[in-house]
């Protein structure tokens, strides 16, 4: 299953040309099984050698869900800390607050910039990774700091409890099969997320040129219904990752791809933090 988060859907996760994930456990052989969306395609880890050492979940060097969780905690715990120190050792007074701000926007272009990178490099690499993370991080904490202070104290808690919530509330409906993950899924997935960043773009178009908010659909009633709708397509991506990595577990994935998974989850939740925060802050500021 491909993945609309580009951090998966580049690299082994989904070489499938858009139908299924993976294919079979055994090197070179084709699906069959339950899964319909899987028939006649090659296991995308056919020649990688722990694929034809023993079955899922006792081959050596297969990517476990250990490795997944122990790597996106070390990625989510960096970015943590950066916030924590973007947060106290960046003041936002009045005196400082353009200064810290702008540190702020470089770290986010520099994250942003290490997102390309990580996301088209064939090999994960933890270094980068976890630099992506620290520099995001470093934004989070001043912008989180800023709304805080002067829009709706609380709201970065706000923010961080309901992505908590987000995540949890995927997690448990995905693990019970309440969401199931398909192509039709992933399809209106991936038209949701393209169509939506496309009218955030015209919509800061609007504003650079136009002055305010653009066409208003970032404050205001529109502002509420857009940033809703931005927290459901975050949760659906969420349920497509979770899809790739159940299936690069299930299907002898390199442990080395552990890194990419908790990449591309840290940059899903990223975005429901902020989309978070964003809904906190318009419903305050409306108050």
Do not use: H
């Not at 949760?235 to 990449?263: H, M, Q, S």
């Amino acid at each position: 299953m491909r993945s609309s988060n580009p951090v998966f859907s580049r690299r082994g996760f989904s070489r499938d040309n858009g139908t299924a994930g993976y294919a079979t456990p055994q090197a070179g052989a084709t699906v069959t099984g339950e899964n319909p969306y899987a028939q006649g395609t090659a296991n995308p880890y056919a020649t990688n050698p722990y694929a034809q050492q023993a079955p899922p979940g006792v081959r050596s060097g297969a990517m476990t869900i250990d490795d997944v969780v122990s790597r996106t905690a070390m990625t989510l715990g960096t970015v943590v800390v950066g916030a924590v120190l973007g947060w106290w050792l960046l003041p936002i007074d009045e005196a400082n607050l353009g200064k810290s701000y702008g540190i702020a926007v470089g770290a986010a272009l520099i994250g942003f910039v290490l997102s390309l990178v990580n996301s088209f490099k064939r090999k994960p690499s933890p270094p980068l990774i976890l630099a992506y993370a620290a520099f995001e991080g470093i934004f989070l904490g001043v912008v989180s700091n800023v709304v805080d202070a002067y829009v709706s104290p609380g709201a970065a808690m706000q923010a961080v409890i309901g992505t908590m919530a987000v995540f949890g509330g995927v997690l448990i409906a995905y693990r019970a099969r309440l969401i199931r993950v398909t192509r039709r899924f992933q399809g209106f997935v991936m038209g949701a997320l393209i169509g939506f960043v496309l009218l955030m773009v015209v919509n800061s178009l609007f504003a650079l040129f136009g002055g305010g908010d653009g066409l208003g659909f970032r404050s205001g009633a529109l502002g509420v219904v857009f940033g809703i709708v931005a927290i459901v397509i975050g949760a659906c991506v969420l349920a497509l990752d979770f899809k790739v990595v159940e299936d690069g577990i299930t299907y002898g994935a390199p442990r080395e791809e552990a890194w990419t998974a908790a990449f591309g989850l840290t940059v899903t939740l990223v975005w429901i933090y902020m989309e978070m925060l964003r809904l906190v802050a318009i419903l305050s500021g409306d108050d």
